[in-house]
């Protein structure tokens, strides 16, 4: 560890020890030390959702808007206060008693999904919409996200809420 080396000299002085301190042992702990908290570290996988988006399109000219029937979609607004809303329903037919509230307890929307799911006409094509507001919070949106997989769900979009769906909607949370 430490050594201790005397000289003499022959010039009358007194003997002066030079001390030399050994750090093998020192970098060989450091080293022991690193391994040792590299092994017991959890390592983890950070938890990511796959969100599909859809392809390119090669002729961006084109203009594919695809209208999904009303009867083969749920949709879900997402307000202020952790409030979501939904509806199977038209711009024609939407109203104060057609706009349900939810809340993100449970398993309830999992449930609305499956039980619009089953009522679809056309259940290949059957689509689940999110809309939120500007009131909105990031937490929710991830929630109704989770929410779609846990219902096992692949086919799902997120758009802007419509006007028509905003009157009914303000009229709701007034």
Known sequence: MAEVIAQDKQSGRQKKKLIRVDMTPMVDLGFLLITFFMFTTNFTKPNVMDLGLP????????INDKVIDYKNQVTFILGENNRVFYHQSNANDLN???????DFS????SKIISEAYKNAPNPENFTVIIKPTDEANYKNFVDMLDNIAIAKKERY???????????VYKELVQ
């Not at 392809?55 to 084109?62: E, F, G, R, S």
């Not at 104060?96 to 939810?102: C, G, I, P, V, Y």
């Not at 449970?106 to 929307?109: A, R, S, V």
């Open 55 to 62: 392809a390119k399109d090669p002729d961006p000219k084109a």
């Open 96 to 102: 104060t008693s057609n706009l349900k509230e939810t």
């Open 106 to 109: 449970g398993i309830k929307i």
């Open 157 to 167: 979009g997120v758009t802007d809420i419509k006007p028509w769906e905003t009157k």
